[in-house]
């Protein structure tokens, strides 16, 4: 797994913290630990070899028992005197023995060396003993000292150096927290600002005056990008839109030349009714095109009139049908299923729709002229690819909104292709498989467009029949009975 910059730049800060601690901690542990033992160690071998010509003084007099020798010797509480003569250990506290004092240090002393150690004894008590050869009496004296005391302040000392490390790392960890995030809070702004331009919000910039000098040529350069990027797209809208605009009066002029030749259609030879006929077919195609492809470019450019009613949705349904039938009909006249007279559901006439009663007055807020376009675009598909439209329905849909389900008994859409269909331009395989190579692929896109302004959407899914379903969602503005509406025609199957 890898780390992100945040958790990092924390790591590094509470890593180092815990190193130093470490650093510091051990050295002055260490440092102080040597300076009061050797301190201690030389008072305590200072100590036992005045002692120990007291003692000689004593047994070269001969005048007192061992037992008052020792116990006149002033070793002070932390420490007692051994002495080994005429081959007997003689202790001065009873509490103590002659054998807790190390073999090693006995020995060397008994063989006349001066010798000090300290060692730990066998209850754990930290203690430094001394031994002192006192050859001209043939004795060695022992003085053994207890150093607890300085063994509890070293452990406090390492306690509270050990607490201190502790504090310092989590102190670090949270400074590098800290850091991290104040570091990462400018690519947090750009990223944040990317994700809005590319959500369409093409006004966003990055703030310039209260930037940090160091990033700033990252925000004008951010920005000087996005300008250019806002500039070119809206240049290429309208570019489009231009384009669009300028080729739709010499369509207009043609289609209505074409009217007139073919108002004297009966007098011409075949032939060249067949041209006329594919040049009528063409034409309408390409004024269909050039429609979409303004409305496309008007959308790009964030100009969108959007006239929003507030509608009775079963109503609104039928009459689209009705009235998108019909204009499907006039507009597609060179469609293959138009020519042919196969409208899908055999009949000849507008698709059955059926309305849940759930929904029977609920009202959405839409632009009917937008909504018409989309049944149009919707109810042709079915016709082209689908084999027609099977039923049309209305149906209560998720949080609040309204769903109406365009059905076909075609070979449906494959689930890979059912987002890349909205797409502008994208023609799908079904659309070569029908050898019907009069879409543009602008169709699709067009309805989404559509039902975003409306604040709708559009999905595909399966049909009953294994066909496509297109479900297109409004919100729903109300579902009270209005008394004013007209009865509703739609109910059930018509
Ligand atoms: N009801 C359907 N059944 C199967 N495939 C469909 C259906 N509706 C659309 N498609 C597929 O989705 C593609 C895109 O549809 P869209 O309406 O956007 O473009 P088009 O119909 O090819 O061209 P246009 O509508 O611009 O004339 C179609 O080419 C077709 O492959
Ligand atoms: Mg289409």
């Not at 605009?245 to 075949?270: F, G, I, M, N």
Request: aromatic share 6%; charged share 20%.
């Amino acid at each position: 797994m890898r780390l992100g910059i945040g958790a990092r730049i924390t790591a590094v800060f509470g890593l180092g913290a815990l190193l130093l601690s470490i650093l510091l901690g051990g050295l002055s542990y260490f440092t102080v630990r040597h300076f009061l033992l050797a301190g201690r160690e030389s008072a305590a071998q200072h100590q036992a070899f005045n002692n120990a010509v007291l003692v000689r003084t004593q047994l070269q007099l001969g005048t007192t028992g061992y037992v008052t020798l020792l116990t006149n010797i002033d070793a002070g509480s932390d420490a007692h005197s051994v002495l080994y003569h005429g081959a007997k250990y003689y202790v001065s506290s009873l509490s103590e023995n002659a054998s807790s004092i190390p073999l090693q240090l006995r020995r060397d002393a008994l063989a006349g060396t001066a010798a000090t150690q300290t060692y730990r004894t066998g209850q754990g008590t930290a203690e430094f003993a001394v031994g002192v050869p006192i050859p001209s009496v043939r004795a060695v004296y022992f003085e053994v000292f207890d150093l607890s005391d300085l063994d509890h302040t070293l452990r406090v000392l390492g306690l509270t150096l050990l607490v201190a490390g502790v504090v310092t790392t989590v102190l670090g960890v949270a400074l590098g927290r800290f850091a991290s995030v104040r570091l990462l809070r400018p690519l947090a702004d750009v990223s944040r600002a990317a994700g809005a331009i590319a959500g369409g919000e093409l006004d966003t910039r990055l703030a310039e005056d209260d930037a940090d000098p160091d990033l700033e040529g990252l925000t004008l350069s951010f920005n000087a990008m996005v300008d250019q990027l806002q500039e070119r797209i809206e240049r290429e809208a309208r570019f489009n839109s231009d384009v669009s605009h300028e080729l739709r009066s010499p369509l207009t002029t043609l289609a209505a030349s074409l009217e007139v030749l073919e108002a004297d259609r009966d007098e011409l030879p075949p032939r060249s009714q067949r041209a006329l006929q594919l040049l009528s077919d063409d034409l309408h195609r390409f004024q269909r095109m050039v429609g979409d492809l303004l409305e496309m470019s008007r959308a790009d450019a964030g100009s969108v009139d959007v006239f929003l009613e507030e509608v009775d949705v079963s109503e609104l349904v039928q009459r689209s049908v009705e009235a998108g039938f019909g204009h499907m009909d006039g507009h597609r006249s060179g469609s293959a299923a138009a020519r042919n007279g196969s409208a899908g559901n055999g009949a000849g006439g507008p698709p059955g729709v059926r309305i849940d009663p759930a929904v029977r007055s609920w009202r959405v807020g839409v632009d009917k002229r937008r909504f018409e376009r989309v049944m149009v675009n919707l109810m042709e598909n079915a016709d082209h690819y689908g084999g027609g439209v099977t039923e049309i329905l209305v149906e209560p849909g998720a949080d609040g909104h309204v769903e109406v389900a365009v059905d076909d008994a075609g070979p449906g859409i494959d689930p890979m292709e059912r987002l890349k269909i909205f797409e502008r331009f994208y023609r799908g395989s079904a659309a070569g498989r029908r050898g019907t190579g009069t879409g543009t692929g602008l169709g699709l896109a067009l309805v989404a467009e559509h039902m975003h302004v409306m604040q709708g959407d559009v999905r595909v899914e399966s049909s009953p029949a294994g066909g496509a379903r297109f479900v297109l969602t409004l919100p729903v503005l109300s579902e009270a009975e209005d008394p004013a509406d007209e009865p509703s025609r739609a109910g059930g199957l018509e």
